[in-house]
């Protein structure tokens, strides 16, 4: 029976107790090693995340909380002024934060789950399902993503479920492409041959076959999906069928203070307030992709060169 790769090994030793210490002083190592593009977005990353898990602690105010004066200046009692109506700001940002960011990773989670799974039992099956799923989803990539998200919405509606379901379903097709095309390189291996004529089922060989050995594309098209699925929803929150009020969010928020740019000449601060959440969406989209660059030359076996 041909041996394994190296990934299948890694999983083995991350469910093994007695060499789990071993393992993690690999990962340990390797962030040592990491540059500093990668430090640096895993540091924002976990700013953003100790954040969005402390925004109740951290925001001064309640979230949808209305203060007397809209349009605030940048005072001590109101960091960056208020919005339209009179919320603070800082509050919106860091409670925007956590709505954005944890339905952006809860859709990606989805997406993978549905094109995931669709994909590897497409691979390991073929035939005729192979060509339903693979159709299926040709189909609806060639639908532009952003127009079809924005009709499903305004037919089921511009709430959360819908909004997770919807965008997950739609990033889903990426994910059964990408799996698919890796997974069919592993289920031609001399161990998924045997591991079928064992009588395992397609669960079993999905899980602990296939999956294992293709992990490192997954995880770096899941930090890709997420920036992805974030840009999607700020999007469509920007054209008011996203996240909806009183919820926070960094896309309404850019909308809700855009026209604050054209008094720059006279306030420049208040002039900046519409670019602070699209200068968080930059950020943590740049972090992501910083750490995932990261990722895709460490798993590559690449060199630096000096």
């Given at each position: ?38 430090w640096f977005g895993l540091i924002v990353i976990a ?87 693979s159709r299926t989803v040709d189909a609806l990539m ?165």
């Open positions: 029976m041909t041996q394994q790769p190296d990934t299948y090994s890694a999983a083995s030793e991350k469910s093994n107790p007695r060499i789990r210490r071993t393992f993690l002083q690999r990962i340990w190592n390797g962030l040592r090693k990491a540059p500093l593009s990668a700013f953003y995340c100790v954040v969005a898990l402390l925004a109740p602690i951290i925001a001064p105010y309640g979230e949808a909380q209305i203060f007397p004066a809209p349009y605030e200046p940048w005072s001590s009692a109101h960091i960056f002024g208020t919005d339209q109506i009179g919320r603070d700001i800082f509050t919106r940002l860091v409670y925007g934060g956590r709505n954005t960011m944890g339905i952006a990773l809860v859709t990606t989670l989805l997406s993978f789950v549905i094109g995931g799974g669709l994909a590897l039992a497409a691979s390991i099956s073929r035939g005729w399902l192979d060509q339903v799923l060639a639908i532009p993503s952003l127009i079809f998200a924005l009709m499903l919405l305004s037919i089921f509606g511009s709430n959360v479920t819908s909004l997770i379901c919807i965008i997950a379903v739609l990033d889903s097709t990426r994910v059964f492409r990408l799996t698919r095309s890796v997974a069919i390189n592993v289920v031609v291996m001399d161990y998924v041959e045997a591991a079928r004529l064992r009588g395992e089922k397609l669960g079993w060989i999905m899980r602990r076959e296939i999956l294992p050995n293709i992990m490192p594309p997954l995880v770096a098209e899941f930090g890709l999906r997420f920036c992805f699925v974030f840009l999607t929803i700020a999007a469509l929150s920007f054209l008011g069928v996203g996240i909806q009020p009183p919820s926070a969010d960094w896309g309404s928020m850019v909308r809700e203070n855009a026209s604050l740019i054209q008094f720059a000449k006279y306030d420049m601060k208040a002039a900046m307030t519409p670019l602070l959440p699209a200068g968080a969406i930059a950020l943590l989209t740049v972090a992501v992709n910083f750490v995932v660059d990261w990722f895709l030359h460490k798993t590559s076996g690449l060199r630096d060169e000096h």
